[in-house]
């Protein structure tokens, strides 16, 4: 059974930064993709990048260049979201989500539509003030 936790939600001020962390198991040797995603109040969930498990390749929404970095540990079982120069819209419980790899589809297909994930975390959340 996939199991996802995050960690590292905070409130901050404005311009710090924070590093979130996705615990995966139950994958095993599974060829999986693991996203990170996040909901603001009152608005819908949106990706902001993903990772393929195996080889470490990533992809990020084109809108969230420059501010966030996906990365993962050797062995691929912790997620890590860095988030630089936080801002206020940033504020929103960030989730983390597995899905397999489809080698024949392109990133911008299955890399952060959230219907092609199977499996998701909780949450954590982010708050950021003024």
């Known amino acids: 059974e996939v199991k996802l936790v995050e960690s590292g939600g905070a409130s901050v001020q404005a311009g710090g930064s924070l590093r979130l962390s996705c615990a995966v198991s139950?994958?095993?040797?599974?060829?999986?993709?693991i996203g990170w995603f996040r909901q603001a109040p009152g608005k819908e969930r949106e990706g902001i990048a993903c990772?393929?498990?195996?080889?470490?390749?990533?992809y990020y929404g084109f809108s969230m260049k420059g501010r966030f970095t996906i990365s993962a540990d050797r062995g691929k079982n912790t997620i890590y979201l860095q988030i630089n120069t936080l801002q206020t819209e940033d504020t929103a419980v960030y989730s983390c989500?597995?899905?397999?790899?489809?080698?024949?589809?392109?990133?911008?297909?299955?890399?952060?539509?959230?219907?092609?994930?199977?499996?998701w975390g909780q949450g954590t959340q982010v708050t950021v003030s003024s």
């Open positions: 989500a597995a899905g397999p790899f489809f080698n024949d589809r392109p990133w911008v297909q299955v890399g952060l539509p959230v219907g092609r994930y199977d499996y």
């Open positions: 139950g994958v095993g040797a599974e060829d999986y993709v």
């Open positions: 990772i393929r498990r195996r080889d470490g390749t990533t």
